[in-house]
C-alpha cells in the first residue's frame, strides 16, 4: 500500500487494527483528520489494484491486501474516530501553544493586557512540564531597523528573565529576534502598529 499526502500538511492516522479476515490477512484503515488550525489536506491511498482520493475531514477508506482496490471513502463519526483509534491518537504529541505578547512602543514593557496573560503561559509550561520554550522577538517599522534588532532582542529577552524568575529552567527556553523583518501586520516604513510591537511565546 502507498500512500501520498497533497496539499496541507495532514494529521494521517493509519491503524492497523490485526483482525484476521478469512483471507488470512490484515486490514488497515486510513482516515485523514484535519490540522488543529481546521485545514483538510488530502491523501492518495493506492494497492497494486488502484487508488483512492481521500479529501474531506473524517473520510476513511479501508484496505484488505495489496491486491485489493481501498473501499469506497465514508465518513466516521468524531465518536467512532474516537472510539476505534484511541491508541493512535493517545500516542499523538500535543500540538504547540502560542501566546502573543505586546509592548508599549519604543520599550520592553507589556502592555497591561498582556501583562495578564503570562500566568497562562507559566501554567501551559507547568501542565505539559515542557522543555521546549521558543520565545520570539519582534518590533513596529518605526524607528531604525538597527535599533529595532536590538529592541526585539531586548524584548526577547524580558520575556525569556520573566519565565526564568518564575521557576522555568533557562535551558528550555530559546530566545530569538527578528527586529522589523516578520511583522503580523505588514506596514509601510516608520509606521507605529501595536500588533507588530510583540513577543511570540510557543510551548511544546
Known sequence: MIIKNGGYKVLLFIFLALV?????????TVVLLPDPDGKVGHITVSTDAGSIDITQAREATVVKGRESLPTSPTILSE??????????????????????????????DLTAASMKILPEILESIKSRNSQNISVVGHTDTAGDPLYNVQ????????????????GVDS????STSHGEANPLVKTADNVHEQRNRRVEVVVR
Not at 484476521?20 to 488497515?28: D, H, M, Y
Not at 504529541?93 to 502560542?98: A, C, L, T, V
Not at 529592541?151 to 518564575?166: E, F, N, P, T
Open 171 to 174: 535551558n528550555f527556553i530559546k
Open 79 to 108: 465518536g467512532d474516530i474516537n472510539a476505534n483509534f484511541y491508541p493512535v491518537l493517545a500516542m499523538l504529541p500535543s500540538q504547540p501553544i502560542h501566546f502573543i505578547l505586546y509592548f508599549k512602543g519604543g520599550s520592553t
Open 151 to 166: 529592541l526585539s532582542r531586548r524584548r526577547a529577552s524580558a520575556i525569556s528573565r520573566i519565565l526564568v524568575q518564575k
Open 20 to 28: 484476521v479476515l478469512a483471507s488470512g490477512c490484515a486490514k488497515t
